[in-house]
């Protein structure tokens, strides 16, 4: 069953019932006509925005959730409905043939769309480090990518494998002839019950998940792609490109409150989680689970050093190493044209 989470603006008016001053008392006997309460015109019904997440509620979407719980959306005129993602939505085909304004995933997918010829246009960069890392046991002896040779690597493939593929590629391994490079599920029974050596994790999640099954972080080795240089945009907003051109402010007062709310998940974790916990599905996750994902995925979104008035900006930079790790294996099939493939006009608005 889809959730949709609605918030409703309220509409609200001016009271200002005070009669108007008379210039002199009425003289004896005398009527005075009945007075009318001045009328105001009604407030603008609120904008409808459709948000599609990439997956299900969970912290990894928190900001948006916050947002909502706190009325920032209603105080920018909105009512935002946030649509719940799973393994068989995509977000861009949603917001490409309208069952969706705005939407969230990753770069590479997004690319992907953009080259189908999907009207897509990125319009806020919300995670600003990559959170993918390669786990191993510590007493498997992998302690740089130089050490993946011969071992079986997994990852849930499906677009999620191209970093590591980047990172095989530094290192001069095939992932055919040198590596056994084999489809993981999403648990991580595989790694747990040692079917593969090397597991693919998301700090916030699956990393996570690893520590909670009792295995300690000096136990383990840690490859993390921003550090090998192969790192590649994660979650971002996206919008349609003609309903954009047509609801240019509309997208501005999204980011804005959106924004507003990661900042606030931010800077008060709990209270973001609980906003999380009233949409998870009964029985899918713990409140002490998404406390975690939602630290971790304040280190992806303001990362150490980070200006945080930069938080929404699409960094040429890191768009380009994305794009090129998308070309070089294969996610898309020419060269992205960066400058339509995103643009900071949107975040630039909302920070106005």
């Known amino acids: 069953m889809i959730l949709v989470v609605s918030l ?34 009604p407030a603008a019904d609120p904008v409808t925005v459709k948000l599609q997440l990439k997956w299900v509620p969970q912290a990894q979407f928190a900001g948006y959730f916050v947002a909502q719980d706190k009325g920032y959306y209603t105080e920018e005129g909105l009512n935002v409905e946030i649509l719940p993602g799973g393994p068989d939505i995509v977000p861009e085909q949603q917001v490409a043939g309208g069952s969706a304004d705005i939407g969230v995933d990753w770069v590479a997918s997004l690319l992907t769309s953009q080259e189908q010829e999907m009207p897509l246009v990125q319009i806020a960069q919300i ?31 499906g677009g999620n494998e191209f970093e590591i593929l980047a990172l095989f590629d530094k290192y001069k391994l095939d992932s055919n002839k040198d590596i056994k490079f084999t489809k993981q599920g999403f648990t991580m029974d595989q790694f747990l019950g040692g079917d593969i050596d090397v597991a693919s994790a998301m700090t916030y999640n699956e990393y996570q998940i690893i520590l909670e099954s009792g295995i300690k972080a000096e136990d383990l080795n840690v490859i993390d792609m921003n550090d090998e240089g192969v790192a590649m945009l994660e979650d971002n907003l996206f919008a349609n490109k003609e309903w954009l051109a047509a609801n240019k402010e509309t997208a501005a ?21 609980d906003s999380v916990m009233k949409l998870a599905e009964a029985g899918s996750t713990t409140k002490e689970h998404q406390l975690t994902m939602m630290n971790e995925v304040a280190k992806l979104i303001l990362p150490e050093g980070f200006d945080s008035a930069k938080m929404g900006y699409t960094d040429a930079a890191a768009f380009k190493q994305t794009a090129d790790i998308a070309l070089q294996f294969g996610v898309i099939k020419k060269a992205s044209n960066v400058d339509e493939a995103y643009t900071n006009e949107i975040v630039e608005m909302a920070a106005k």
């Open 127 to 157: 995670f600003q480090k990559s959170g993918l890392v390669l786990v191993s046991n510590k007493d498997a002896g992998i302690a740089t990518p130089a050490d993946l040779k011969d071992k079986k690597v997994g990852n849930w493939m």
């Open 253 to 273: 007062k999204f980011v804005r409150a959106s924004l507003k709310g990661w900042k606030d998940a931010i800077a008060d974790p709990a209270a973001a989680v």
């Open 8 to 41: 409703m603006a309220g509409c609200g008016g001016n009271n200002n019932n005070s009669a108007a001053e008379t210039t002199a008392a009425p003289a004896a006997n005398a009527t005075t006509e009945p007075t009318t309460a001045p009328t105001t015109e």
